[in-house]
């Protein structure tokens, strides 16, 4: 009888786990339906952000002699120092979600280490800053509360550090790590040279028709203004991509883990039900053995 009473109480306990992960996946739906708009919305922003700095870009590679002298855009092969900034989530139960932006951190700076070039890591995160910060990584920037809620006042700020180090000659590449969302059941991993910017092929015809008015002595001032709003806003975006693909997968998450326990749930049913049946059939005999030992 004692074996029935801890099979019910299992039932029981797993019955409860049910209600809480199925509450949870509702509760993630319902902001992943928020988040994804946001998404949306901000990646359409970013993509107009972006030609408009590969527009002017373009014009000035090909109208002025010598080219782009600004630092944002000029290559190195060699660099020296890097900061590498990464995003995670504030919370667990959310999957593989938050090992997958921490395995490419991993994967990045061991490619750097390699070569000799010294690594500045900045995290976004609590997950992820609690890992780096238990496994001994010294993190120059460490964030949390801000990837579960995306301000882009913290978010500038935040960027703006590396933004100032960079034009100060300090770091020599700045890169983003983040888990992004690419539809309800996929979530994409980036990993974003953000500065020097990277224009790979410059269209001088297509500059030479652009309809923008720009006076010559203001480009290129114009464009490092233009780049530092442009590498604050895809840190943004990088915040609201990464909150939307957090539900997505928290979502799935707690799907898995619905159906997980409902299966649980039927096969502690079943040996609860054999368990009974073998004590009663137990008792039976017990009782038929009495009464013919009386005779």
């Known amino acids: 009888m004692a074996n029935l009473k801890e099979i019910q109480r299992q ?5 409860n786990t049910q209600k809480t992960t199925r509450a949870m996946k509702l509760v993630s739906t319902a902001k992943l339906r928020r988040a994804e708009e946001l998404a949306k919305r901000s990646r359409l922003f970013a993509q107009k952000t972006n030609q408009v700095i590969a527009e002017i870009a373009s014009r000035i590679q090909c109208n002025k002699v010598g080219g782009i002298q600004s630092r944002c855009f000029v290559q190195n092969d060699a660099p020296k120092t890097i900061d590498i900034i990464f995003v995670t ?7 593989g979600f938050n090992m997958q932006t921490i395995k490419a951190v991993k994967r990045l700076m061991t490619e ?5 070039v010294n690594i500045r890591v900045r995290g976004i995160g609590k997950k992820g ?11 120059l920037d460490a964030v949390k509360n801000l990837s579960s809620a995306p301000d882009m006042q913290r978010s500038s700020e935040f960027m703006a550090r590396s933004i100032k180090d960079f034009n100060d000659g300090i770091v020599d590449a700045v890169y983003l790590v983040y888990n992004g969302y690419k539809n309800v059941i996929t979530q994409e991993l980036h990993v974003n040279r953000l500065l020097p910017v990277t224009i ?3 269209d001088c015809e297509k500059a030479s028709n ?27 975006y990088a915040l609201i991509d990464s909150v939307a693909a957090e539900h997505s997968a928290r979502m799935q998450a707690m799907d898995a883990a619905t ?9 502690l049913t079943v040996k609860f039900n054999k368990a009974r049946q073998e004590a009663i059939t137990t008792e039976l005999i017990e009782i038929i053995s009495g009464v013919e030992s009386m005779k």
């Open 259 to 267: 159906n997980n326990a409902k299966q649980m749930v039927k096969s």
């Open 200 to 202: 790979e092929d410059f």
């Open 11 to 15: 039932i029981k306990s797993v019955s």
């Open 112 to 116: 750097y280490k390699n070569k000799g």
């Open 89 to 95: 989530a504030d919370k667990g139960l959310c999957g």
């Open 129 to 139: 800053v609690e890992y780096f910060t238990f496994n001994q990584v010294e993190l």
């Open 210 to 236: 652009s309809v923008l008015e720009l006076e010559a002595h203001d480009e290129e001032k114009m464009l490092d203004s233009l780049i530092a709003k442009y590498a604050e806003y895809n840190m943004y």
